[in-house]
Every structure is written in structure tokens, then in C-alpha cells.
């Protein structure tokens, strides 16, 4: 996959041993010049040392570039676990010729494994730099891939600027911000408060609002990085181009969800505030008996309203006010033509790999969006053999 790269940024990957099997698994994304940053990382108690690092470099909203470690996220390793991320960040960072804190680290994989430390300083410490050929983020989408069946890479134009983002991420998916591994680098020029603020409320209602198992990463990383070298741009047009983008490798996440076969997105309208709406959403998507029910094409709409019903704290919400719909077809309240529309709607489960699931709370005016996946074979399949 070739993906356009903002001018000033240099990229390198290379197979360094984590597994053996000659794939890809260091990338490192940087600007050959200083750049704006702005980052926001998994809220997990078990965060990894590439975690604590990168929170520390990306905190005065400056940083180059980033190092990342696939299939391995050196996540429980201890003391020992710790010093080699530093020094993986160190010899990085020399290759680069920047200085340590000017580099992100990011890791991911299997928890509880130390790096083959050998395999991957042989590699940093013999790095010409900078690496010959045209830089391609599509080439670093793949390298950071872990259990994904395909690279993460989407680009869009704001006037002269180009903004390309990357993205990981197919299982341990229950965003608290972020449960994936997220990369953007731009040319345009925008001021750090400006990048933070457009950056954080971006998240907020895309990669914040997909949900593959409930699950939340011990590792990973959002992070956006800012030149400037073509110049300044509309904050919103800015905004909506990330949007866009992020949004899209979003879907494609949600569309990779280990074993997946549909995309399910949950649109919930009508609800107290958008907290209310999100948390409703993610009960929704989360619930296994939905996304089997949506994997099998079973037009059972009573399992959309158990999952609401979940909901127990929300004492707004009250059944005789909700309605729910899959695409456009009416499920609840039940009609005389009950019959007719679980027909229609397992003939539209089974011809759609995108399912939409719209749910009114009929409480106020606070709409949210989710997205996450079906529940297959494949996904207890692909877990139950995850390191073996």
C-alpha cells in the first residue's frame, strides 16, 4: 500500500526478529525538522514503559517523530522492561540525530515478553540514516500491524498541506483513550494549544468510539505530529480533513475486529447528553448476544433492548420513549406487522457487511455514534491461540 507522505517526514522499517519470520516489526515515523505534537495514551493501570515515556516526551506539545516495536508490547517486564525501552528510544533517537526526548515510543504485542534487545540495537546501531527511497507511511501501516489482516492507511489534502494517518488495532479495543496504535503526520502549520484541542476533540468522537471486545490495551498510543512546512491552514478546514481521516481507519478497525465479517455501527439519537448517548452505544456494541445475533443475520431486536436495559443507573430511560432501528426498518415498539419486519431485517443483516443499529431514548437532544464488529468463530479461534 503506497501512502502519501507531508513533505519534511522520513520513514524506515525493517524486520528485527520479533517473532522470527522476516515481517517487518520496527517502524519509525519522523520530521526532519522540530514539529508540533500533540498525544493522548491508554488510561490502563498496567501502561507500558513506552507508554510512561512517550506521555513524558509529547507533554510540552513538541516532538519529532516515533519508534514502534510490533508483536511485542513489553508490557510486565519489569525493571529489565523499562531500561530497554529507553534504550531502544536512545539509539533511535541517535540514528536520527535528535535528542532522546524528542522521540515518541510505542510497543505492542504480546504482554510479558522481554525484546530480543540483541537483534533490534544490532539493527539501530548500523541505521544509515537518512534510509534511501521515498518515504511511505502505507509501508510503516503494515510494519505496525500486529494480529490486523490489512494496513491502516488513509491521506487527505487541506489546500497546500497533506495529512496522512496510520493506524493498528483489531482486538483489546475499549477505548479510554487509546486502546490502538494511531499515527498522523501533517505539513500544515497550526499552533500547539490549537493541534492539542483539535486533536483531543477528534478522538474524542472516533477512536474513542469504536469497541471491538470491551477490552482495554495495556500500550497504545494516539499521536499527531506538525511541521509546518506548508505553511498555515484553516483550523477547521484542518479539523474536519482529521476528522475525515480518522473516522476512516476507525471503520477500518472496526471492519478488522479479530474474526469480523460486519461492521456494526450504533447511532443513538435522543438521549440526555452525549455521555449518555456513547454510554448507551457501547453497552449496545459491547453486548456478545448483539454481535452474534448480527454475525448469524438473527433479526432478534430483543437483544438491542436488553442491552439498553443494561443501562441501569440511567433512570431516564424509559421503554415506552425508545424506538430501535436496524438501517431503516422500525424494529421496537412492535407493530401487527411483526412477521414482515424480522424478515426484512434478516435480509438485511445477511446483505450488508455494514449493519447500522439506530436507537431513540426520546429523552432530549444528545446523539453519539459508535462503532465496533460482529462476534465470530474466528475471534475465539484467533485468541485462543495467540501465542501459541
Same mark, same amino acid.
Not at 510486565?76 to 515518541?104: C, K, S, Y
Not at 477547521?236 to 479479530?258: N, P, T
Given at each position: ?53 512517550? *506521555? +513524558? /516526551?509529547? !507533554?510540552? @506539545?513538541? &516532538?519529532?517523530?516515533?519508534?514502534? $516495536? #510490533? ?19 536512545? *539509539? +533511535? /533517537?541517535? !540514528?536520527? @540525530?535528535? &535528542?532522546?526526548?524528542?522521540?515518541? $515510543? #510505542? ?20 541505521? +544509515?540514516?537518512?534510509?534511501? @527511497?521515498? &518515504? ?32 493498528? @488495532? ?219
Amino acid at each position: 500500500m503506497q501512502g502519501q507522505v507531508p513533505r519534511g517526514y522520513i520513514v524506515h522499517t525493517a524486520p528485527v526478529g520479533m517473532l522470527g519470520d522476516g515481517r517487518d516489526d520496527l517502524c519509525i515515523i519522523a520530521s526532519q525538522v522540530p514539529a508540533r505534537t500533540a498525544a493522548v495514551f491508554t488510561r490502563s493501570r498496567f501502561a507500558g514503559p513506552s507508554v510512561h515515556l512517550s *506521555r +513524558a /516526551a509529547a !507533554a510540552d @506539545g513538541t &516532538a519529532r517523530g516515533v519508534v514502534v $516495536i #510490533a508483536r511485542n508490547a513489553n508490557v510486565a517486564t519489569g525493571d529489565e522492561g523499562e531500561r530497554n525501552a529507553a534504550e531502544v528510544r536512545d *539509539r +533511535a /533517537a541517535h !540514528a536520527l @540525530g535528535i &535528542a532522546p526526548e524528542e522521540l515518541l $515510543i #510505542a510497543s505492542t504485542g504480546v504482554i510479558g515478553r522481554q525484546y530480543p534487545m540483541k537483534q533490534i540495537t544490532t539493527h539501530l546501531d548500523n541505521l +544509515a540514516w537518512p534510509p534511501p @527511497g521515498e &518515504a511511505d507511511l502505507g509501508t510503516a501501516a503494515r510494519a505496525i500491524m500486529t494480529t490486523d489482516t490489512r494496513p491502516k492507511c488513509l491521506t487527505a489534502r487541506i489546500g497546500e498541506a497533506t495529512l496522512t494517518g496510520i493506524a493498528k @488495532g483489531v482486538g483489546m479495543l475499549e477505548p479510554d483513550m487509546a486502546t490502538l496504535l494511531t499515527f498522523f503526520a501533517t505539513d500544515a502549520l497550526l499552533d500547539g494549544e490549537t493541534l492539542d484541542a483539535v486533536f483531543r476533540r477528534v478522538m474524542d468522537t472516533t477512536f474513542n468510539a469504536v469497541s471491538i471486545d470491551t477490552d482495554t490495551s495495556t500500550s497504545d498510543t494516539a499521536a499527531i505530529f506538525a511541521n509546518g512546512l506548508a505553511g498555515p491552514v484553516g483550523v477547521e478546514e484542518f479539523e474536519q480533513a482529521l476528522h475525515s481521516v480518522a473516522l476512516g481507519l476507525v471503520k477500518m478497525i472496526a471492519s478488522d475486529g479479530e474474526g469480523a465479517s460486519k461492521l456494526i455501527q450504533v447511532e443513538v439519537a435522543g438521549a440526555r447528553d452525549v455521555a449518555q448517548a456513547k454510554r448507551v452505544g457501547k453497552t449496545v456494541v459491547n453486548s456478545p448476544l448483539v454481535k452474534t445475533a448480527v454475525h448469524g443475520a438473527d433479526p432478534n431486536w430483543g437483544r438491542v433492548v436488553m442491552a439498553v436495559g443494561k443501562c441501569q443507573d440511567d433512570l431516564d430511560i424509559l421503554p415506552e420513549n425508545v424506538a430501535v432501528r436496524f438501517g431503516g426498518i422500525g424494529v421496537y415498539p412492535p407493530g401487527p406487522d411483526e412477521d414482515d419486519r424480522r424478515a426484512s431485517v434478516a435480509t438485511y443483516l445477511k446483505e450488508n457487511d455494514e449493519v447500522v443499529i439506530g436507537i431513540d431514548l426520546g429523552i432530549a437532544d444528545g446523539e453519539f455514534t459508535v462503532y465496533g464488529c460482529d462476534l465470530t468463530e474466528g475471534y475465539v479461534r484467533l485468541n485462543s491461540e495467540y501465542t501459541t
